[in-house]
């Protein structure tokens, strides 16, 4: 059984990757077209496995974490 409790907190649009791509990380055949939504990966996307990809996700949803906490007072 896969977690869709996780799906909707990812800033991640997951797509089914185009056929006969390889996965951008390993060069495994890719699974799935990932695009990040927000953060500083905003716009950033790639073709993964499912492996990378759930890196990929982890890796977005890290960085916009850390990008929750304020850098500097706005006055
Ligand atoms: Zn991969």
């Not at 990380?25 to 996307?45: D, F, M, V």
Request: glycine residues 8%; neutral net charge; charged residues 25%.
């Amino acid at each position: 059984m896969s977690k869709p409790i996780n799906e909707f907190r990812r800033p991640v649009s997951v797509d089914f990757a185009p056929r006969g791509s390889a996965c951008e990380w390993c060069g495994k055949p890719a699974e799935r077209q990932l695009t990040a939504i927000g953060g500083r990966y905003h716009n950033e996307s790639g073709v993964f496995c499912r492996e990378c990809g759930e890196k990929f996700s982890q890796a977005v949803a890290n960085a916009l974490h850390t990008a929750v906490v304020p850098e500097a007072e706005v006055c």
